[in-house]
């Protein structure tokens, strides 16, 4: 009962610190702004800048028990497989999802929720980079504590807390909805690289240069078409069909990707 209670106490706290962090801006856009019109903008931003994190997230899961194996018979070749590997899936899935976001913000907030709702297209195109950060980190953290060190992940999440609490306090009064989305974006990076540190450290591996530069080359690619191809809005989700398709030709042309 104690390990079980040892090891259930710091992911618990890291639950909750991390439910916290996620939402921490929203909470000082009402506080601070303390108008109902931005607050509605900026949830209507945060809502869509998650989907990639709900629909990622479910690696974690996946992740913890095959870590916790590999940790527990001391198979390092296949614990650093599955970093690198999982590593290596999620950033090509994540990175083309990030910038198509970014890069067409305008048009996804009004194929949602109307023309009416624009001014949350620019926190949107902050916010889904600072999403696409947390993402990393959550899986990032799920490897650490299925190696068995949930104490080590509560930490670097109560590190977080004042950084997110400061930059929140310092850039909303400045920069309004888009200071939330920055605050979310610094906080979130400096988690992500915080947990990427351990884990490189630790176990000698994190992801694989070559393949980091071929996706992030690619993503650029689409990202700048995207950039130069304003569409009307009922054609916008063929774009991402079209260029989505368009980046996993070019991941199979520089061979990141085969059959």
């Given at each position: 009962?104690?390990?079980?209670?040892?090891?259930?106490m710091?992911?618990?706290?890291?639950?909750?610190?991390?439910?916290?962090?996620?939402?921490?801006?929203?909470f000082?856009?009402?506080?601070?702004?303390?108008?109902?019109?931005?607050?509605?903008?900026?949830?209507?931003a945060?809502?869509?800048?998650?989907?990639?994190?709900?629909?990622?997230?479910?690696?974690?899961?996946?992740?913890?028990?095959a870590?916790?194996?590999?940790?527990?018979?001391?198979?390092?070749?296949?614990?650093?497989?599955?970093?690198?590997?999982?590593?290596?899936?999620?950033?090509i899935?994540?990175?083309?999802?990030?910038?198509?976001?970014?890069?067409?913000?305008?048009?996804?907030?009004?194929?949602?929720?109307?023309?009416?709702?624009?001014?949350?297209?620019?926190?949107?195109?902050?916010?889904?980079?600072?999403?696409?950060?947390?993402?990393?980190?959550?899986?990032?953290?799920?490897?650490?504590?299925?190696?068995?060190?949930?104490?080590?992940?509560?930490?670097?999440a109560?590190?977080?807390?004042?950084?997110?609490?400061?930059?929140?306090?310092?850039?909303?009064?400045?920069?309004?909805?888009?200071?939330?989305?920055?605050?979310?974006?610094?906080?979130?990076?400096?988690?992500?690289?915080?947990?990427?540190?351990?884990?490189?450290?630790?176990?000698?591996?994190?992801?694989?240069?070559?393949?980091?530069?071929?996706?992030?080359?690619?993503?650029?690619?689409?990202?700048?078409?995207?950039?130069?191809?304003?569409l009307?809005?009922?054609?916008?989700?063929?774009?991402?069909?079209?260029?989505?398709?368009?980046?996993?030709?070019?991941?199979?042309?520089?061979?990141?990707?085969?059959?």
């Amino acid at each position: 009962l104690k390990k079980i209670m040892n090891f259930a106490m710091p992911v618990i706290i890291f639950s909750v610190i991390f439910t916290f962090l996620i939402s921490a801006d929203l909470f000082f856009v009402k506080r601070i702004l303390m108008e109902n019109v931005q607050a509605g903008y900026y949830t209507a931003a945060s809502m869509l800048s998650r989907v990639p994190f709900v629909i990622l997230g479910a690696l974690g899961g996946t992740l913890f028990p095959a870590i916790s194996r590999s940790t527990a018979v001391r198979d390092v070749a296949q614990t650093e497989n599955y970093i690198t590997g999982s590593m290596r899936y999620l950033l090509i899935i994540l990175i083309p999802i990030i910038l198509l976001v970014s890069a067409t913000a305008e048009g996804l907030i009004s194929l949602f929720y109307s023309s009416a709702y624009l001014s949350a297209s620019s926190p949107l195109s902050i916010l889904i980079i600072g999403l696409g950060f947390f993402t990393i980190f959550s899986i990032l953290v799920s490897i650490i504590t299925a190696s068995g060190k949930p104490k080590v992940s509560m930490l670097i999440a109560l590190v977080l807390v004042p950084v997110s609490i400061a930059f929140n306090i310092i850039l909303i009064p400045i920069y309004r909805l888009e200071g939330a989305a920055l605050a979310t974006t610094i906080t979130s990076f400096f988690g992500m690289c915080l947990a990427a540190a351990y884990v490189l450290k630790r176990f000698k591996t994190l992801v694989d240069t070559k393949s980091l530069i071929k996706i992030c080359a690619a993503s650029i690619l689409i990202y700048v078409i995207a950039l130069q191809l304003p569409l009307p809005l009922v054609l916008l989700p063929l774009l991402y069909v079209i260029l989505f398709a368009l980046y996993i030709g070019i991941l199979f042309l520089v061979n990141e990707l085969n059959k």
